[in-house]
T-cell receptor
Framework: GENVEQHPSTLSVQEGDSAVIKCTYS??????FPWYKQELGKGPQLIID?????GEKKDQRIAVTLNKTAKHFSLHITETQPEDSAVYFC????????????FGKGITLSVRP | SAVISQKPSRDICQRGTSLTIQCQVD?????MFWYRQQPGQSLTLIAT?????????ESGFVIDKFPISRPNLTFSTLTVSNMSPEDSSIYLC???????????FGPGTRLTVL
C-alpha cells in the first residue's frame, strides 16, 4: 500500500519568510495529493491539492509542486503570517471507488512574529 | 466544499460506557468516513460509512467496538463502545465526492475517557 512520509516534524520561520514542507510517497500510481491545515482544536481543512497531470498549482500565498519522477510533492507558503501557524498534513491517493487517503504524520509550522 | 457538523464537540466519559457521535452534512454526499486522531498524531481511518449497508472497517477496527450507521446521504453516527482510557482521541467525520476523492473534515469530537 501507499506510504507517505513528511519531514521534518517541526518547522519554525520568521514572519514574512517562506516555508516549504516536503512529502514523499511510495506508490507511483497515486494521482491525487491534497494538503490539509489543522489549527488547534479544529478539524483538518483542505487548503490546496494537486493531481498527477499537473506539475504546479498556486492559490494566493500557497502553492504545491509535484515531482512524479522523484515521487515527492511540496507545499510552499510565501510571506508567512502568524495565522499560518498550524499542523500541516499531506496525503496521497489513487482515486477511484474504495480508495483511501494515506496521510503523512504532519508537520508543525510555527511562524515567529 | 460541504458544511459538516459533529455532535458532541467534546465529552468526558467513564470507562465501560458508550458514546455515539453524530455527523451531519448540509448536502448529499456519496462517501462518508470516520477517522481517529490520537493526541499529537496523524489521522487513522476507522471505517467507510456506506449508505444502506454495513460499514467497511479498516484493519484493527471492528464493528462491535465501533458500530456505524448511515441511514441517508447526509447523516452518519459512530459509537465508541465499552470505552477505555485508550479510546481518548479526537474522532473526525469526513465526506467525499467519489469522482475526485476530495475529502472535507468536520470539526471533530474530542473524547476523554476516565
Amino acid at each position: 500500500g501507499e506510504n507517505v512520509e513528511q519531514h521534518p516534524s517541526t518547522l519554525s520561520v520568521q514572519e514574512g519568510d517562506s516555508a516549504v514542507i516536503k512529502c514523499t510517497y511510495s506508490d507511483s500510481a497515486s494521482n491525487y495529493f491534497p494538503w490539509y491545515k489543522q489549527e488547534l482544536g479544529k478539524g483538518p481543512q483542505l487548503i490546496i491539492d494537486i493531481r498527477s497531470n499537473v506539475g504546479e498549482k498556486k492559490d494566493q500565498r500557497i502553492a504545491v509542486t509535484l515531482n512524479k519522477t522523484a515521487k515527492h510533492f511540496s507545499l510552499h507558503i510565501t510571506e508567512t503570517q502568524p495565522e499560518d501557524s498550524a499542523v500541516y498534513f499531506c496525503a496521497a491517493i489513487l482515486t477511484g471507488a474504495n480508495s483511501k487517503l494515506t496521510f503523512g504524520k504532519g508537520i508543525t509550522l510555527s511562524v515567529r512574529p | 466544499s460541504a458544511v459538516i457538523s459533529q455532535k458532541p464537540s467534546r465529552d468526558i466519559c467513564q470507562r465501560g460506557t458508550s458514546l455515539t457521535i453524530q455527523c451531519q452534512v448540509d448536502s448529499q454526499v456519496t462517501m462518508m468516513f470516520w477517522y481517529r486522531q490520537q493526541p499529537g498524531q496523524s489521522l487513522t481511518l476507522i471505517a467507510t460509512a456506506n449508505q444502506g449497508s454495513e460499514a467497511t472497517y479498516e484493519s484493527g477496527f471492528v464493528i462491535d467496538k465501533f458500530p456505524i450507521s448511515r441511514p441517508n446521504l447526509t447523516f452518519s453516527t459512530l459509537t465508541v463502545s465499552n470505552m477505555s482510557p485508550e479510546d481518548s482521541s479526537i474522532y473526525l467525520c469526513s465526506v467525499g465526492r467519489t469522482q475526485y476523492n476530495e475529502q472535507f473534515f468536520g470539526p471533530g469530537t474530542r473524547l476523554t475517557v476516565l
